[in-house]
């Protein structure tokens, strides 16, 4: 019986912050950090002030909860690199997913790159470490491949940084890619003609001939 009631109380936790986390993101993206009020996060989420203080006591709360999201999708694309997986198929998978995430996650994925570029002075050590922990767990797998004699020998850790590069780079520089593209603004079928090029690319420098 108590599950029963603590249920509806946790859904609308959850949907209060998204809502947050959302319009967060939206006045975050556009105003900077320090150009930012709680005020206009709790206007822009549609609820009172004192809910969002309810869940997050300050600005910088609502912040590092952005970037810990945006680390979660990242870490949600890189569920394709596994041992058990043929490389081919899995840098598909990783590459497209990644390209999805920034193509839905536009504000957001900005967001976190003006971050860093302002020198990353939110991105919690913990944060930090994190990206090290998952890195080098899927750089064991490439290790594990190259090992195998499934890929090439590589150096795995400028592979990702690569791979990183190339799937940001459409969301956070779209002006830039829709000029090289002849185009006033990127579509779907331009993500999608992105993923097959990065990744026919990457695995016919990787992948041994026959």
Same mark, same amino acid.
């Given at each position: 019986?108590? /599950?029963? =009631?603590?249920?509806?109380?946790?859904?609308i936790r959850e949907r209060n912050i998204r809502l947050i986390i959302k319009a967060g993101i939206e006045i975050f993206s556009r105003k900077g950090y320090d150009g930012t009020r709680i #005020?206009? +996060?709790a206007e822009a989420s549609g609820l009172?002030? #004192?809910?969002? @203080? @309810? $869940?997050f006591s300050s600005k910088?709360?609502?912040y590092t909860a952005i +970037? *810990? =999201?945006l680390l979660d999708g990242w870490d949600n694309a890189l569920k394709f690199i596994t041992a058990d997986r043929?490389? #081919?198929d899995a840098f598909r998978l990783y590459i497209r997913a990644k390209l999805d995430y920034t193509r839905k996650n536009i504000a957001e994925t900005r967001l976190f790159a003006s971050e860093i570029i302002q020198g990353a002075r939110f991105l919690k050590k913990k944060d930090r470490q994190h990206i090290r922990d998952v890195t080098d767990k899927h750089v064991a797998v490439i290790e594990g491949w190259i090992a195998e004699g499934k890929i090439l020998?590589?150096?795995? /850790? =400028?592979?990702?940084?690569?791979?990183? *590069?190339?799937?940001? &780079? $459409? #969301?956070? &520089?779209?002006? +830039? *890619?829709a000029d090289g593209l002849k185009k006033s603004r990127l579509k779907v079928e331009d993500y999608e003609m992105a993923a097959q090029t990065i990744a026919?690319?990457?695995l016919r420098g990787v992948l041994p001939r026959e």
């Open positions: 019986m108590p /599950r029963e =009631h603590n249920e509806p109380d946790e859904k #005020a206009e +996060i009172p002030k #004192a809910n969002v @203080y @309810y $869940y910088e709360q609502i +970037i *810990a =999201h043929e490389p #081919a020998p590589v150096d795995p /850790r =400028h592979l990702f940084i690569m791979l990183w *590069a190339s799937t940001q &780079f $459409y #969301a956070e &520089f779209e002006p +830039i *890619a026919e690319t990457v």
